[in-house]
Nanobody, 113 residues
Framework: QVQLVESGGGEVQPGGSLNLSCAASESVFRISVMGWYRQAPGNQRELVAMITPRDETHYADSVKGRFSISRDQAKLTLYLQMNNLKPEDTAVYYC???????WGQGTQVTVSS
């Protein structure tokens, strides 16, 4: 059973930064597209960024130039570096492994002054 464990969330002021991590339990991570999604209260879950096994990336327009997705194949870990955070980035952030459609439990990110 694949497990994905997110960490790194928290509360920051506008303009601040956070680096989220998602640790995977199984080596299938290495051949899977991985993604970060987020869900704010009252909203649908939305794609933030995704990365292929060959490090090809895609970002939502709302985060381009501010967020960076990366992966460490040796550590089976997915990252999301978030810079210049805005209040509208406040949400629960989830990682997803596309092979098998597995999700993590989510980590809260709050951007507030």
């Amino acid at each position: 059973q694949v497990q994905l464990v997110e960490s790194g969330g928290g509360e920051v002021q506008p303009g601040g930064s956070l680096n989220l991590s998602c640790a995977a339990s199984e080596s299938v991570f290495r051949i899977s597209v991985m993604g970060w999604y987020r869900q704010a209260p009252g909203n649908q879950r939305e794609l933030v960024a995704m990365i292929t096994p060959r490090d090809e990336t895609h970002y939502a327009d709302s985060v381009k130039g501010r967020f960076s997705i990366s992966r460490d194949q040796a550590k089976l870990t997915l990252y999301l570096q978030m810079n210049n955070l805005k209040p509208e980035d406040t949400a629960v952030y989830y990682c997803k492994q596309f092979i098998g459609e597995y999700w993590g439990q989510g980590t809260q990110v709050t951007v507030s002054s």
